[in-house]
């Protein structure tokens, strides 16, 4: 059945676009025609369920599984990313105070070690760690 309906759309399709007809004015006479030309017999589709076919809206709300393009699933995807950004941001704002506190702790210990190097010929002053301006960049 999928391979004979496949056959029917892509004469359809080849006919609509040889003739110049827009998706929005085939016909269910067009497909009949198609469909004999193809499966020897007509179609006989109701006009409505020719016309849910091919309206884009229709098709799109019914994809509703997992991953699909209607607007529940849409939503829910939307949801988990989302969350999944909420989570990434507060493990970023983690890996940056770690790594303020690490920067911090670097610079203490080369001021420690530079001033017991010095035996007091230190012509700088270590940065105030309280300072915003302390921070390397």
């Known amino acids: ?3 004979s309906a496949h056959a029917v759309v892509g ?10 007809i827009p ?13 004999h030309e193809v499966l020897g017999i007509p179609l006989r589709l109701p ?4 016309a849910n076919a091919l309206d884009p809206d229709a098709i ?4 509703t ?7 529940g699933p849409v939503n829910v995807m939307i949801s988990e990313c989302r969350e999944m950004l909420a989570d990434m941001q507060g493990w970023h704002e ?19 070690l530079a001033e017991s190097s010095a035996n007091g010929r230190l ?5 105030d760690p309280a300072s915003e301006k302390t921070r390397l960049q």
């Open 1 to 3: 059945p999928y391979q």
């Open 11 to 20: 004469h359809l399709v080849a006919s609509s676009i040889e003739g110049g």
């Open 23 to 35: 998706a929005e004015e085939i016909s269910a006479e067009m497909l009949d025609a198609a469909a």
């Open 47 to 50: 006009t409505d369920v020719l």
């Open 60 to 63: 799109v709300a019914t994809r």
């Open 65 to 71: 599984g997992l991953g699909g393009a209607a607007p």
């Open 94 to 112: 983690q890996i940056e105070q770690r790594l303020t506190r690490a920067e911090r702790s670097l610079i203490d210990q080369a001021c420690q």
């Open 123 to 127: 012509d700088w002053q270590c940065p």
